[in-house]
């Protein structure tokens, strides 16, 4: 005996729509299982961030300097600093280079200043496996506490280069990433001028401005009298970027 089950066009319809909620449900799930677990694993809800500026009213503002290679251009600007009384500013440091330059380094910290890692290779990190990254930063850590006597807690990506894997990694390893809101451009070597109007045109409070003590900006040292007299003026007060981000707001973008 045959039995014959007949469906409304109404019922059908309301199964169809079942059906493709559940297929749709689950397709939405696969595709953001590797986003979700990114954020999960480690038992946290936040997504990883790296810093750009903080949200402040105070004149507050961070220089900071990245060093990977030569020695020609990091000794006038220490020098510029100590002249200008500005005992607090932000170097990060690729390892390889403070291996090299152990005499610059010290001078770096016998100054006062802050050191943050500028990882090992200067490279970008988001190519590598995560397996990398970790030996990567792991390097750069080890050699810049042996050298400074202080595990460093900021590190700048080379070439700002990052995504989700690399911010997450480095908040694991204890690193808080820091990016820059204003950009000197002093590494194109545009000239003096525009060095400075780079950064005076886009200064604001909280700032963290990106300049270079590598032998590849030749400006640098020219342009910082006149940011710095000229900052000063304006009623800044030149911070670090540790104290900068201190119990402060900061202004982050979320990666996904």
Do not use: C
Request: charged letters at 25%.
């Amino acid at each position: 005996m045959k039995f014959i089950y007949v469906i409304s066009a109404k019922r059908l319809k309301q199964i169809l729509i079942i059906v493709m909620a559940i297929v749709l449900t689950a397709g939405i799930g696969y595709a953001e299982r590797d986003s979700i677990a990114a954020f999960a694993e480690g038992a946290s809800t936040q997504a990883p961030q790296a810093i750009y500026k903080v949200d402040t009213k105070e004149k507050k503002i961070a220089l900071t300097f990245d060093i990977s290679w030569g020695e020609t251009r990091a000794l006038p600007i220490l020098d510029l600093l100590k002249e200008k009384k500005v005992n607090k500013a932000t170097f990060f440091l690729s390892s390889p280079w403070s291996q090299r330059h152990p005499d610059i380094l010290k001078r770096i910290k016998e100054d006062g200043l802050e050191i943050g890692s500028h990882g090992h290779k200067h490279d970008n990190y988001t190519k590598y496996s995560d397996e990398e990254i970790r030996s990567q930063m792991a390097k750069a850590d080890s050699i810049l506490t042996e050298m400074t006597g202080k595990k460093p807690t900021l590190i700048r990506m080379p070439n700002g280069d990052f995504d989700k894997r690399v911010l997450e990694i480095a908040n694991r390893m204890g690193y808080t990433v820091i990016q820059w809101d204003t950009d000197s451009k002093d590494w194109t070597n545009p000239g003096t001028d525009v060095i400075i109007n780079n950064v005076l045109s886009k200064a604001h409070p909280g700032d963290i401005i990106l300049m270079h003590a590598s032998d590849s900006a030749k400006d640098t040292h020219l342009a910082l009298p006149v940011i710095i007299d000229k900052l000063r003026k304006d009623g800044y007060e030149f911070v670090t970027v540790s104290e900068l981000i201190s119990g402060t707001s900061v202004d982050s973008k979320e990666i996904h």
